[in-house]
């Protein structure tokens, strides 16, 4: 996202009328989170002074970026029981996050993890799940054998990609520390979750995508879908798309 990013830390680009941190932590709250905490790294102090004042919104550091694995260890003083994990640069739905607690607390599980089928060329930029039991679509989830980050697409055990949404067992703080870094120095999520028994997928539900805000690309087509969702907007905006289709 630079040069954007240079000043702006990621998490705090705008998406339609607030930051896209915003949008995530409001997804949360719809889905019946009552505390948050917000893991920083350099550029935090943009989304902590956002968020003064919210007495549900915690903060942790991560104090170099070494991978999303370190920056869920980064949090554990600050929780006290099953979490949700929400990454910064996904938009899903409330409704994301309580089909996986749903699976999480059905199956008695130790994580759950929300997954999408994605064509089998992209499946290179994802964690890929592998089940060890029929998938279908539907509440109460099915079980994991593995996760595999990033697969090339002839290695890949299935198309289903975690879609940036976890309930995590606090029993997984002890996992991440005795994961070795990986050759870029990161701690990586994924290789944590191969330990984590057991460990269930959800589909997303029905009606859901991810968006991602992590690319110009994605951010913009968020930015459409957001527009178009908006009664004072959505007739311009269509007038808009279709005069540029068509001019």
């Known amino acids: 996202m630079l040069p954007a990013t240079r000043v702006v830390p990621k998490a705090m680009l705008v998406l339609g009328d607030r930051p896209v941190a915003q949008h ?11 505390r948050i905490v917000l893991v920083t790294g350099a550029g935090g102090e943009a989304i902590r002074a956002h968020f003064a004042g919210e007495d549900d919104v915690a903060f942790a550091e991560q104090a170099e970026p070494r991978g999303l694995g370190d920056a869920v260890l980064a949090a554990e003083a600050a929780v006290d029981g099953p979490f949700v994990v929400a990454l910064g640069d996904a938009l899903l739905g409330a409704a994301a996050v309580r089909a996986a607690v749903d699976a999480f607390e059905r199956r008695a599980a130790a994580g759950a993890v929300v997954v ?21 679509a539907g509440a109460g989830g099915f079980v994991l054998r593995d ?16 879609a940036g949404r976890y309930v995590l067992s606090p029993s997984v703080f002890a996992l991440l520390r005795e994961t ?33 805000t992590g690319t110009p ?24 798309v279709d005069g540029a289709r068509h001019g």
């Open 217 to 240: 690309a994605g951010l913009a087509l968020a930015v459409v879908e957001w527009a178009l969702a908006q009664e004072d907007l959505r007739a311009a905006v269509v007038e808009r």
């Open 116 to 136: 999408e089928e994605v064509p089998a060329e992209a499946v290179g930029r994802y964690g890929i799940v592998d089940p060890a039991e029929p998938a279908p």
């Open 24 to 34: 995530v932590v409001d997804e949360l709250r719809a889905a019946g989170m009552t």
């Open 147 to 162: 996760v595999v980050e990033k697969p090339a697409p002839d290695a890949a055990p299935s198309r289903l990609a975690i």
């Open 180 to 212: 070795a870094p990986d050759a870029g120095g990161e701690v990586q999520l994924t290789d944590a979750l191969r330990r984590v028994d057991p460990l269930v997928g959800v589909h997303l539900p029905a009606g859901l995508r991810r968006r991602d």
